[in-house]
């Protein structure tokens, strides 16, 4: 016998990537395993190559997915690895749509850094004409910590280095923060090269960050941000339907480490390991 509420109990959901390779299908396989064992319709796509299938849930996964995903609004959207930032500036106050940051709480960022380094009082932070909005968050954060942040804005990548000499005098250590003025290729490049010759210390937001020259790294890895957002998907259906809710940081986190750089600054750090448990342990 047919039993037609049982087909309404399987949703169908497109997962939508920027690009079908690195990071981008990683998060869709972590994504995709999770919810395919509850009997759900999965469809993958990309913005060149559309599918017409999910008519749910489209789960856009990084920002040019998100954009193609917001280009045709006829469903819920979740989006995944795209920061904070971007997000506001694309989807802020568009109807049934979501996100799991790419980027961690800035308390928590704060936190690490005072846990690997002890003693630390002041931190700085550049930032540009997308994040500059971020100033009152920063000094939340910053109070939550107890943890001083010294912010300087700049408009160009050619700013930078003057910013970050005047931030130098009254700062222990740096955050990186995902704006795209600072993060630019040739200012990012800018950034680790001054930072490092003043000997200060960077955390930064991704694994690719950590290798290219920040001391940390706080952040979700792909498989973590897929099984997240897998749990939270699952826990939205009800009535035939997903009931998002308002966006939210990532819970789960990984750290990361460039040892070399440790080393050239003279800086002893636990392992990845121990920073993580004492980091979970933190309220």
């Given at each position: 016998m047919f039993w037609p509420w049982l087909a309404l109990a399987a949703p169908e959901i497109n997962v939508l990537v920027s690009e079908p390779a690195g990071i981008y299908q990683e998060t869709a396989a972590s994504l995709s395993q999770t919810l395919s064992r509850n009997g759900w319709k999965i469809t993958l796509s990309t913005p060149e190559r559309p599918s017409t299938n999910g008519r749910n849930l489209t789960v856009a996964i990084g920002t040019k997915a998100l954009e193609a995903a917001l280009s045709r609004p006829a469903r819920p959207v979740l989006s995944l690895l795209v920061p904070q930032l971007t997000?506001?500036?694309?989807?802020?106050?568009?109807?049934?749509?979501?996100?799991?940051?790419?980027?961690?709480?800035?308390?928590?960022?704060?936190r690490l850094l005072g846990l690997a380094l002890p003693g630390l009082k002041k931190a700085g932070a550049t930032l540009g004409p997308a994040s500059r909005g971020l100033q009152a968050e920063l000094q939340s954060a910053a109070k939550a910590s107890g943890i001083q942040v010294n912010?300087?804005?700049?408009?160009?990548?050619?700013?930078?280095?003057?910013?970050?000499?005047?931030l130098a005098e009254d700062s222990q250590a740096f955050l990186l923060l995902p704006d795209p003025v600072v993060v630019q290729r040739g200012a990012l490049q800018?950034?680790?090269?001054?930072?490092?010759?003043?000997?200060?210390?960077?955390?930064?937001?991704s694994a690719p960050l950590v290798k290219s020259g920040a001391l940390l790294g706080l952040y979700a890895t792909p498989a973590q941000l897929g099984g997240e957002a897998a749990g939270w998907i699952s826990e939205s259906w009800s009535g035939g339907a997903f009931h998002l809710g308002a966006p939210r940081y990532p819970k789960r986190f990984t750290i990361g480490i460039n040892r070399t750089v440790?080393?050239?600054?003279?800086i002893d750090l636990p392992s990845e390991e121990a920073l993580g448990r004492r980091l979970e342990a933190m309220p």
């Open positions: 997000y506001e500036r694309l989807a802020s106050g568009q109807h049934q749509v979501s996100a799991l940051y790419l980027d961690q709480p800035l308390a928590r960022q704060l912010s300087a804005v700049i408009d160009q990548g050619s700013d930078l280095y003057a910013a970050l000499t005047e800018n950034f680790f090269l001054h930072t490092y010759r003043l000997k200060k210390p960077v955390l930064a937001y440790a080393r050239s600054l003279e």
